[in-house]
């Protein structure tokens, strides 16, 4: 299950990847916001890290004007790994590298098309495994 929430600055862009997800097959979980009226952030982030925290959802989709303000929410909680991404090198690499569990896009930052770009880069990149990467993962937490 993957977990999906946007403020306002990018309310368009989560229906936009529900709607591609719901094509792939890929099932979600909404966590809002569910109207273009402004509201804020954190208020959105915070239940989606949670839900992934508590193993409801296996990773997360974050998306506000920049993708700035959800990636420094997200990254307060220990455990998740959240990733402002605007190209496709750096979606593949913090899967492979970092192990990324949510990814932070910026609606006002990349078009429709990268967005959709980036969200199937990051849903179908695994994790190296690699020993190095595991271990770097590691320090960041202890
Ligand atoms: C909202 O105007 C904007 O500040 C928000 O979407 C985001 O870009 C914050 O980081």
Redesign the pocket.
Known sequence: MIAIAS?H??FEYKKLIEEHLVSCGIEYKDFGTFSADACD?PDYAKPLCESILADECESGILI???G???SITANRYPGIRAAVCTEAFSARATREHNNANVLCLGARVISPEKCIELTDIFLQTPFSNDERHIRRIEKIEH
């Open positions: 403020d600055g990018g952030y506000c004007g920049t700035i303000g959800m």
